[in-house]
């Protein structure tokens, strides 16, 4: 019994990193108006490059554009050279769908997600499955822009960063911090405490 509980102690001193919701990537959202910016139908798919430096869980992925009946895919992808200096998406990692109505433009994505990554480059992907009639639209110019874009067009991908694409994205993840915070900190005193005073109680 004593080890038992000696045991559950250790694990309490060592909980002092702590998961932390984390805004990985925040463009803002872009000033171009309904009808601006780029078509977002079948024939488009729309990718943002970013970066982390560290192992987290994206919880959630957002983009700002006009929806119409159908779909969206949301979905991660590895970086990949295109061969003339740049970079454009590389293989898919994880996807999932947004199911969509005729909407004027806004914050549109997944959440509740579990996707875990280290660190490295990534690209976030949105595809639509709205007609090529479509008058749903994913305008650019938004505030903080991303360091790298693409498009794709005819089952190809380009390099788009020049383009001016600027469009907006979110990505929500959890961080597990390894440096112990007040909190943390408190626990593990907490801790140290308790094997003290169970070590004590042994002994009588």
């Known amino acids: 019994m004593f080890f038992k509980r000696l045991s559950f ?27 601006s910016g780029w078509a977002f139908n079948s024939n488009h798919s729309y990718a943002g490059q970013f ?10 992925i957002s983009g700002y554009f006009s929806t119409d ?4 895919g949301v ?32 914050w549109n994505g997944v959440s509740a997600l579990d996707w875990k990554v280290g660190p ?43 383009l001016g694409l600027d469009q907006g994205l979110r990505v929500d993840g959890v961080v597990v911090s390894s440096v112990p915070e007040p909190a943390g900190m408190t626990m593990f005193i907490v801790g140290l405490a308790g094997i003290g005073a169970l070590a004590r ?3 009588q």
Request: charged content about 5%; glycine content about 16%.
């Open 75 to 106: 979905s991660l992808f590895s970086n990949s050279a295109d061969g003339d200096g740049g970079f454009i998406p590389g293989s898919v990692l994880q996807s999932a769908s947004v199911a969509t109505s005729a909407g004027a433009l806004a």
């Open 201 to 203: 109680r042994r002994k």
């Open 51 to 60: 970066s982390v430096t560290g192992a987290l869980t994206i919880a959630g």
């Open 9 to 35: 102690i250790f694990a309490l001193c060592l909980a002092a990193g702590a998961a932390q919701a984390a805004l990985v990537v925040d463009t803002g959202t872009p000033s171009n108006a309904a009808g």
């Open 120 to 162: 490295g480059t990534y690209w976030v992907v949105f595809t639509s499955s709205y007609g090529a009639g479509s008058q749903s639209s994913m305008p650019g110019m938004a505030p903080q822009a991303l360091g790298g874009y693409a498009l794709m067009q005819g089952g190809q991908w380009y390099d788009a960063t020049f």
């Open 69 to 72: 009946a159908g779909t969206v």
